[in-house]
């Protein structure tokens, strides 16, 4: 069964500086997808970035970046320049095989930003 | 203009009542979904369904049962309602045969006393 873990509970970063959030994930799939969400306390789950397992380049969005590394299921999301507006908690995600495209989410993160 | 619409977004109630969250999605997509985040911001799947198909999550008990009056409609029905029913319930879509990125409503913070 497709499993994620984030091992990092809580991440603090001072403003304009960068921070990665660690993800881990088991699949038995060699073509999938992985997305990282965040939820700030609105509590609206926002789509951040996704990666392709096939694509060996790394997504990147604006100031989001992630470090994909399938052979070791490791999918780590970077923050570069921090805003206040990028606390929240942040959570990896995979699709669940064969189930509807349903997604498994690892525990989160989550991230503080001091001024 | 909303995407993904949740209402209400919250919900106060008693153990042993019936209750409803009523979701719709704009987008146009073709499954949608349900999740249960509790007070630990765990997030778990329940249900997904397209016009064609209804897949459970194994461990949702049998008094949530969703309702679909239309593609762009997944209603989420609680029967009996249990203190360890609280939690935010979100609702999601998704177009099959896309990139499986989901799209989610706000939430609905349901509390049962």
């Known amino acids: 069964a497709q499993t994620v873990t984030q091992s990092q509970p809580e991440m603090s970063v001072q403003e304009a500086e960068t921070v990665t959030l660690s993800c881990t994930y088991d699949?038995?799939?060699?073509?999938?997808?992985l997305f990282w969400y965040k939820q700030p306390p609105s509590r609206q789950m926002i789509l951040v970035i996704r990666?392709?397992?096939?694509?060996?380049q790394n997504a990147t969005e604006n100031r989001f970046s992630v470090n994909f590394q399938k052979a070791a299921k490791s999918f780590s999301l970077k923050i570069s320049d921090s805003q206040l507006g990028d606390a929240a908690m942040y959570f990896c995600?995979?699709?669940?095989?064969?189930?509807?495209?349903?997604?498994?989410f690892g525990g989160g993160t989550r991230l503080m930003v001091k001024p | 203009d909303t995407a993904v619409s949740q209402t209400p977004k919250y919900l106060v109630t008693q153990m042993g009542n019936d209750k409803s969250i009523k979701c719709e999605q704009n987008l146009g997509h073709d499954t949608m979904y349900w999740y249960k985040q509790d007070s630990k911001k765990f997030l778990k799947i329940m249900f997904s369904y397209n016009n064609k198909e209804l897949i459970i999550n194994e461990t949702v008990p049998n008094r949530f049962s969703p309702k679909s009056p239309d593609k762009a409609h997944l209603n989420l029905h609680i029967n009996s309602l249990e203190l360890g029913d609280s939690a935010v319930y979100f609702c999601?879509?998704?177009?099959?045969?896309?990139?499986?990125?989901?799209?989610f409503g706000p939430g609905t913070r349901l509390t049962v006393t």
């Open positions: 990666q392709e397992a096939y694509k060996q």
């Open positions: 699949t038995s799939e060699s073509d999938y997808y």
């Open positions: 999601a879509s998704s177009q099959a045969g896309g990139t499986y990125e989901q799209y």
């Open positions: 995600a995979l699709p669940i095989n064969n189930a509807g495209n349903m997604l498994t």
